[in-house]
């Protein structure tokens, strides 16, 4: 039977709607079959080990069922998405060697000058494939890797065996399964012991091909007492046909490690976004989520932090908003398993023209893990009476002397407000849109300068998107 | 100059209609310092929110300058030249007082132009540029900082709305001398609204506003002293009262 579809007009979202004509190389025919697997898997010359794992991901994404809450996934058929599309480029270091097209693409999207003026190295991914890398010869010299998953899995093949997907395992749910069996492209970072990665490193995940899915695999690992910002971008231009996201990110921050994982997703609204991030921080580690999410049809993203060592430290800092059509389900998650681990959830949701913008927080304190602390501070802005927003806090405390606090509120713009700000001589749109600003910035102020102004033009563009 | 022209104001109260500004006419001319005062619940606050276009009238023009404004948004309002400080100042979450200096000028100014502000109303500049203007900042601070942003803004007439209320008496010293300063320097036409004799006493012209009309309206020399024998003699029949 064919499933009824909506499809969400999409608002003008300037350059990053930008399409190229689909030059891909190969495209895996649609649909998720052990063939397909067993094709991509040759195309890619996985190790023996990596298909076997690739064929047991999709046993368990059979037996999996779709999750019984958040939002509907109905629309989602799977028989419809292609899974592994190859761009026409072959992974270089040089962006001179990029296909035309494939380097316009990131020039717009502002990647090789970020690369020149502010990061010490780049990953770029299009489609299926990573198409460009770099790192900065210094952080090579001090043993650090940064680099595509797929030369990876070949060149350090016992890190990855011993990595890959131990966080995140596909049983976890259904798309966890789905990326353990289609996964391609993504980025392997690793920090040796004690050395700091002054300088942000990037990896931008560009979805170009309509119909497509995007499944690329992050896994980071910084060692003893190191420390790294990693950045995450993401988009894909909007299309009339579902589009699929379901990356999985894997963080292993160790022993009074530092790790800051900064993500700006910004999705067409053709896209089920469904993402899986984790992290497991060692004694003293201290991980930090900055999360923007915006776009997208359908969201469901709850990064988790795995508070393992006594005194490991999460801070979550979070933006997510949902527009016309759109049901935008995030969270954050923190599970503490030793004494004294603390952490601190931050977030805003916006939702206007009807758009859905829920936040799930869940804290879970084990009895191993007395004198945990953790304070959660969630607040919503409703641009309108059509739009929601909730936020939806779960506890579970074992652990003795915990410490923890929620603090939610639900707020929309008063006329008030709007009005003072017009009298000083700016328009409704603009008064609205600098409340708006002033309402995320203490996420805007966690980015880097370039991001957080990334971050205020989506909110602009998001925005400007009630006009019409 | 501003013509107000037979302005009413009326909201709707369990299904009764309140005439809060009722067929008011008022002219005030051009490079005056004027101070409209009146008992609690006058009008004087609805009337300065209808003239920036805070409240819509319910009847009546409005002409600036020669201009009908009556049908202008808040913000062509604010773009023609009319401030208002006003007397509940909003709260902003994320918006820096630095922003807001900013934003009145319409400029780009620079950290040190935007203290000069902060100065002229009395508050340690360096402490203030970087706050949030959230719940934190105290009433009177918040006031003082409404009154800098309307001085920065530097327009031809601006409204404070009791500029006075909760700064404390020795800051109250200075912000006379602030309005003493403006009305020296300032071309432009300001209109106080204020309870405060010293207020008064610098004004040229005084409006008394009561149940929504203009009661009074003259020279500070000749209003001043009739609303000081009034309160005068409630004084003096409180005091005999006791
Ligand atoms: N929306 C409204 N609904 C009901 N009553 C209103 C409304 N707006 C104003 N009023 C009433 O109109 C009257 C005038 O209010 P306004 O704030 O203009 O007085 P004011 O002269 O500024 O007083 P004060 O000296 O206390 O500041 C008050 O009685 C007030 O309660
Ligand atoms: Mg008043």
Redesign the interface.
Known sequence: MAQEKTYIEDIERTLYDIKNVDKSKYKSQSGLTEDIIRDISARKNDPEWMLEFRLKSLEVYNQLSLPNWGPDLSELNMDEIVTYVQPDAKMTGSWDEVPEDIKDTFDRLGIPEAEQTSLAGVGAQYDSEVVYHSIQEDLVKQGVIYTDMETALHEHEEIVRDHFMKLVPPKDHKFAALHGAVWSGGSFVYVPEGVHVEIPLQSYFRLNAAGAGQFEHTLIIVEKNASLHFIEGCSAPKYNVTNLHAGCVELFVNDGARLRYSTIENWSRNMMNLNTKRAVVGKDGVIEWVSGSFGSHVSMLYPCSVLKGENAKCEFTGVTFASKGQNLDTGASVIHCAPHTSANISTRTISKAGGKATYRSAVKVTKNAPYAKCSVNCESLMLDDISRSDTLPTMDIEGDEADIGHEATIGRI?D??I??????????DEARS??V??????IAKELPLEYAVEMNNLVNIELEGTMG | MLELKDLTYQVEENNETLTIIDHLDLTIDDGKFIVITGPNGGGKSTLAKLI???KELTSGQMIFDGEDITEC???D???KGI??A?QQ??H????KVL??LR??T?KNISVNTACEYLSKVGLCAKEYIDREVNSSLSGGELKRIEIA?VLA?GTKFSIFDEPEAGIDIWSFQNLIQVFENIRKTVKGTVLIISHQERILNIADEIIVIENGKVKKHGPKDEILPELLGTADAVNRACSKMS
Request: charged letters at 20%.
């Open positions: 008063s008030e407000a009005f003072y700000l017009m009298s000083r001589g700016i328009s409704e600098m409340i600003r002033g309402f995320v910035e203490p | 920036m276009g805070v948004s808040i913000t309002r604010a773009r401030s208002f006003f100042p909003v902003f979450k994320g918006i922003d807001l934003l009145a319409g942003t803004r």
